[in-house]
Structure formats: structure tokens, C-alpha cells
């Protein structure tokens, strides 16, 4: 029996034929030439999304994911993805590029519904990577796919690509670390010495009997906060919320004219809970002087607008690479 073959008969073992037919996923290009290679990622990407559907279809609050498939870290990372919502693929037969990471291989765009979402935010975007053996070893929300092609095609050298894709990598898993709720993760993110800065929009009474406020009645203060005081609030927050989704737009990449392993990531952010909603403009420095440990040196948030949709924040405003001063 051939090795296609004998997956297919492994599948129909392990799935109703119904939820197969729905599903399926396929590498449309050339990037992998081990056939076996390109077949089991093949399989157990299909395998992954026939799990999503099974499990969110059947209404079971937790996942089961076999180590056949997928590396402990990432069935660790789908089941508190889990907690937070249930998610299934749409059925349809999925063809997408395989690209090659410093680690193994990557599929972009994947999409899925995310059940906790609000209806607008519920249909969204996985990128899938695979270790070199083609085990899934990592999942996360991905961010749009054409804005990844524009940020990619702005390298200037191999070694900026490399650090290009280790960066919007870094940025989903960054966003997925909210959205799963997941302390340790994003402790790891953070150099112990980074400096976070985080705006607030506070009202002025008039000086007058004017009864509208107008922009100039509001200022934003900005909080400075250590790792570790942020991480104990974010951690109170993730405590007393449901559901977390955080979504990233706008998203731009900047190499440091000067040092050249220090980049800034500039996006939008929303944060919506069950029960909050904000949007604002997210800055990381990420520090490149460990290669194979970047870390957020610094993150800033600023509000975008005020209770009454006021612009609190311009364009000009907004912190960037040249805003901080780096000593070394």
C-alpha cells in the first residue's frame, strides 16, 4: 500500500466520513519536494482542521489532539486557545503556499470562526508551522495575508527577511499570548528591563458653561509601568475576563537606522472583551541582540479616540523608533 494510501486509511478510522469530506487541505505550490514530507503536512493539517470541526460541532468545551500530528508545545498552545473559544473551519477544500521558516515550514491564512467573536470579528485567519519533520509545532492568529507580502517584500537583505518573518512570527504569537490569555508566553516576550507605556484619555472640566467638550478638553497622561507591574495587571485582567480578541492592523516594520538588529512594529490594535472595547496605536522595539531570543525592549499604547470619537492621538503622535534614545 502506498504512503498516501495508508493515511487516507488511517483518517478514515479516525473520522466520520461526513467531516472528511468537508474538509481537506492541500500545498498548491512546489516548495516541498520529499513527497512524503509534503503528504504529512498535508495529513496533519487536515487532520487538525477535522478536529476543530468534529469537536466544535459535537459542543465539547475541551480539545483532544494526538502527539501523532503535533508537537506537545503546540496541542499545549490549540487547548488554551480552546478555553478561551472553540473555533471550526468552514468546509472547503483548502489549497495554500508552504513557505520555509528558520525552523521548519509555515501555511498562512488558514481561516476559522471563532464561536465567543462578535459576529464582525468572528471569521479569522490561523498561520500553521511545522517542524522539519512536518509536525505542527505552533499555532497562532494570523495577521492579513497581503499586508505579510508587503512587509516581506521591503527587505533589503536576506538576513532583513529572516528577521522579517521571525518578526511577524513574533507579532502573532504576540497577539494569540492576549487573545488565549497567556501570562507565560508573553513574560518570555519581554526583556525583564522593558520599558511599557500605556495612555489614557482623562477629561478636563470647561472653564466655562459650555456644555460640549470639546478636543481640547481632553489629554491623554501616559503610565510607566515595569514588566513585571504590567504583567501583575494584565494578569488581573485575563483573571475576571471570559474572552479576550485582540486584533492588529495597519502593521508596520522598521529596521533601526543605526542599529541595525533593533527594528519598530507600529499597528493598530483593538481590544475587545465581553464586556470593553478600545482602540489604539500599539509600538514594540524589538531587540535582535540575541538572534535567536528577540525581545520587546519597549511597548507604548496610545488611544485613538475618546468616549465621544474624538482623535486623541495624530499621526504625528504616534511613538516610533526615533522616539527613545538607546544606549549601549
Same mark, same amino acid.
Given at each position: 500500500?502506498?504512503?498516501?494510501?495508508?493515511?487516507?486509511?488511517?483518517?478514515?478510522?479516525?473520522?466520520?466520513?461526513?467531516?472528511?469530506?468537508?474538509?481537506?487541505?492541500?500545498?498548491?505550490?512546489?516548495?516541498?519536494?520529499?513527497?512524503?514530507?509534503?503528504?504529512?503536512?498535508?495529513?496533519?493539517?487536515?487532520?487538525?482542521?477535522? $478536529?476543530?470541526?468534529? $469537536?466544535?460541532?459535537?459542543?465539547?468545551?475541551?480539545?483532544?489532539?494526538?502527539?501523532?500530528?503535533?508537537?506537545?508545545?503546540? /496541542?499545549?498552545?490549540?487547548?488554551?486557545?480552546?478555553?478561551?473559544?472553540?473555533?471550526?473551519?468552514?468546509?472547503?477544500?483548502?489549497?495554500?503556499?508552504?513557505?520555509?521558516?528558520?525552523?521548519?515550514?509555515?501555511?498562512?491564512?488558514?481561516?476559522?470562526?471563532?464561536?465567543?467573536?462578535?459576529?464582525?470579528?468572528?471569521?479569522?485567519?490561523?498561520?500553521?508551522?511545522?517542524?522539519?519533520?512536518?509536525?505542527?509545532?505552533?499555532?497562532?492568529?494570523? /495577521?492579513?495575508?497581503?499586508?505579510?507580502?508587503?512587509?516581506?517584500?521591503?527587505?533589503?537583505?536576506?538576513?532583513?527577511?529572516?528577521?522579517?518573518?521571525?518578526?511577524?512570527?513574533?507579532?502573532?504569537?504576540?497577539?494569540?499570548?492576549?487573545?488565549?490569555?497567556?501570562?507565560?508566553?508573553?513574560?518570555?516576550?519581554?526583556?525583564?528591563?522593558?520599558?511599557?507605556?500605556?495612555?489614557?484619555?482623562?477629561?478636563?472640566?470647561?472653564?466655562?458653561?459650555?456644555?460640549?467638550?470639546?478636543?481640547?478638553?481632553?489629554?491623554?497622561?501616559?503610565?510607566?509601568?515595569?514588566?513585571?507591574?504590567?504583567?501583575?495587571?494584565?494578569?488581573?485582567?485575563?483573571?475576571?475576563?471570559?474572552?479576550?480578541?485582540?486584533?492588529?492592523?495597519?502593521?508596520?516594520?522598521?529596521?533601526?537606522?543605526?542599529?541595525?538588529?533593533?527594528?519598530?512594529? $507600529?499597528?493598530?490594535?483593538?481590544?475587545?472583551?465581553?464586556?470593553?472595547?478600545?482602540?489604539?496605536?500599539?509600538?514594540?522595539?524589538?531587540?535582535?541582540?540575541?538572534?535567536?531570543?528577540?525581545?520587546?525592549?519597549?511597548?507604548?499604547?496610545?488611544?485613538?479616540?475618546?468616549?465621544?470619537?474624538?482623535?486623541?492621538? $495624530?499621526?504625528?503622535?504616534?511613538?516610533?523608533?526615533?522616539?527613545?534614545?538607546?544606549?549601549?
Amino acid at each position: 500500500m502506498k504512503l498516501k494510501e495508508l493515511f487516507a486509511a488511517l483518517f478514515m478510522l479516525l473520522f466520520p466520513i461526513d467531516i472528511l469530506a468537508q474538509t481537506s487541505f492541500t500545498i498548491s505550490d512546489g516548495a516541498i519536494e520529499n513527497e512524503a514530507l509534503k503528504t504529512k503536512i498535508e495529513r496533519n493539517m487536515t487532520y487538525l482542521l477535522a $478536529t476543530f470541526r468534529l $469537536t466544535a460541532e459535537s459542543g465539547k468545551k475541551t480539545i483532544s489532539l494526538s502527539r501523532d500530528y503535533m508537537t506537545k508545545d503546540a /496541542i499545549d498552545d490549540v487547548e488554551e486557545m480552546w478555553k478561551s473559544s472553540a473555533m471550526s473551519c468552514p468546509p472547503m477544500d483548502l489549497k495554500s503556499r508552504c513557505l520555509h521558516t528558520t525552523t521548519g515550514y509555515q501555511v498562512r491564512g488558514i481561516p476559522v470562526d471563532i464561536h465567543e467573536a462578535v459576529e464582525a470579528e468572528a471569521r479569522q485567519e490561523l498561520t500553521v508551522n511545522f517542524n522539519k519533520e512536518g509536525l505542527i509545532d505552533g499555532v497562532s492568529i494570523a /495577521i492579513e495575508m497581503n499586508r505579510y507580502e508587503q512587509l516581506m517584500a521591503q527587505q533589503s537583505s536576506d538576513l532583513d527577511y529572516t528577521r522579517r518573518q521571525i518578526i511577524i512570527d513574533f507579532v502573532e504569537n504576540f497577539r494569540t499570548a492576549y487573545n488565549r490569555k497567556d501570562i507565560k508566553l508573553l513574560n518570555s516576550m519581554y526583556s525583564d528591563k522593558a520599558l511599557i507605556i500605556t495612555g489614557k484619555v482623562v477629561m478636563e472640566k470647561p472653564n466655562s458653561d459650555v456644555n460640549k467638550m470639546t478636543l481640547l478638553n481632553n489629554k491623554v497622561v501616559y503610565l510607566s509601568q515595569t514588566k513585571q507591574q504590567y504583567l501583575q495587571r494584565l494578569s488581573n485582567v485575563f483573571n475576571k475576563t471570559r474572552y479576550i480578541n485582540v486584533s492588529f492592523s495597519d502593521i508596520d516594520v522598521v529596521q533601526h537606522p543605526k542599529y541595525d538588529d533593533i527594528y519598530g512594529v $507600529t499597528l493598530r490594535q483593538v481590544w475587545h472583551t465581553d464586556n470593553y472595547r478600545d482602540e489604539g496605536y500599539l509600538f514594540l522595539m524589538i531587540d535582535f541582540h540575541d538572534e535567536y531570543r528577540p525581545l520587546v525592549q519597549v511597548r507604548t499604547w496610545q488611544p485613538y479616540k475618546d468616549d465621544a470619537g474624538n482623535v486623541v492621538t $495624530t499621526d504625528d503622535e504616534i511613538f516610533h523608533l526615533g522616539s527613545f534614545k538607546i544606549l549601549r
